[in-house]
């Protein structure tokens, strides 16, 4: 299980050089993991987040 904190919410800060794209920062941090099959789950923003991932992430949940 990975877990983590998007820019500006829990412990990360906002970045002003953030291109507001979070699920490329998820996928980027996954491609750093070297995780290559993956199932999102997301609540509250993290819900708004999952459903715009790529293909490779067929199963998600969100809420």
Do not use: I, K
């Amino acid at each position: 299980m990975v877990r983590c904190d998007l820019p500006g919410y829990g412990g990360t800060p906002l970045r002003l050089d953030a291109d507001g794209c979070d699920a490329d920062d998820v996928l980027s941090l996954l491609e750093e993991l070297g995780v290559e099959r993956f199932a999102l789950v997301g609540a509250s923003y993290g819900g708004h987040v999952a459903p715009r991932s790529p293909p490779q992430s067929r199963t998600v949940w969100n809420g």
